[in-house]
Antibody, heavy 120, light 107 residues
Framework: EVQLVESGGGLVKPGGSLRVSCAAS????????MSWVRQAPGKGLEWVGR??????????DYAAPVKGRFTISRDDSKNTLYLQMKSLKTEDTAVYSC???????????WGQGTMVTVSS | DIQMTQSPSTLSASVGDRVTITCRAS??????LAWYQQKPGKAPKLLIY???SLKSGVPSRFSGSGSGTEFTLTISSLQPDDFATYYC?????????FGQGTKVEIK
């Protein structure tokens, strides 16, 4: 079964750091580009950033609100995607979900998400 | 960055109605446009990719059209399971952008 499972969410104080993970199974993770998407409570979907496959250079791109604070990485040996978040702000409070990111299928497979709450 | 504008924000309709949602891009995205359905507390579900290609397993009452900057999602005959929020998304550029969403409510 094709599956993405996020973990690592929680409560963190403003200015703090947190790393969330996304474990992939049921497909060839190393071949795929991956994205993170977040959704603040009661709000719409917001793209956070993307990492390409190592064969395509493994490069990353980020949305403007998180650029310089968030870092996406991957460990293909563990079929795991990571999102390292630093200098967190209250407006980063959201459910963070990982998703496959491919042409032509866009965001085909989604995880259920992990909640990150930034509050003092 | 490419901006995506969806309309309407909310739509009230009845079972059996034909429903159309529009998405406009701030610059040409060719056909790199996807549509998603999301229900409360659930992950989004891909319906349409590359503007008009129906994902396998998605009911044929869903269809997409458009290219360049103007796109539409049509539900030919609204079913009870279709009451949800719908998002468009561009994936033409190095970044990806979602529309703000359209909530389809029961009239």
């Amino acid at each position: 079964e094709v599956q993405l499972v996020e973990s690592g969410g929680g409560l963190v104080k403003p200015g703090g750091s947190l790393r969330v993970s996304c474990a992939a199974s049921g497909f060839t993770f190393s071949n795929g580009w991956m994205s993170w998407v977040r959704q603040a409570p009661g709000k719409g979907l917001e793209w956070v950033g993307r990492i390409k496959s190592k064969t395509d250079g493994g490069t990353t791109d980020y949305a403007a609100p998180v650029k310089g604070r968030f870092t996406i990485s991957r460990d293909d040996s563990k079929n795991t995607l990571y999102l390292q978040m630093k200098s967190l702000k209250t407006e980063d409070t959201a459910v963070y979900s990982c998703t496959t990111d491919s042409f032509p299928y866009a965001f085909d497979i989604w995880g259920q998400g992990t909640m990150v709450t930034v509050s003092s | 960055d490419i901006q995506m504008t969806q309309s309407p924000s909310t739509l009230s309709a009845s079972v059996g109605d034909r429903v159309t949602i529009t998405c406009r891009a701030s610059q040409s995205i060719s056909s790199w446009l996807a549509w998603y359905q999301q229900k409360p507390g659930k992950a989004p579900k891909l319906l349409i990719y590359k503007a008009s290609s129906l994902k396998s397993g998605v009911p044929s009452r869903f269809s997409g059209s458009g290219s360049g900057t103007e796109f539409t999602l049509t539900i030919s005959s609204l079913q009870p399971d279709d009451f949800a929020t719908y998002y468009c998304q561009q994936y033409n550029s190095y970044s990806r952008t979602f529309g703000q969403g359209t909530k389809v409510e029961i009239k």
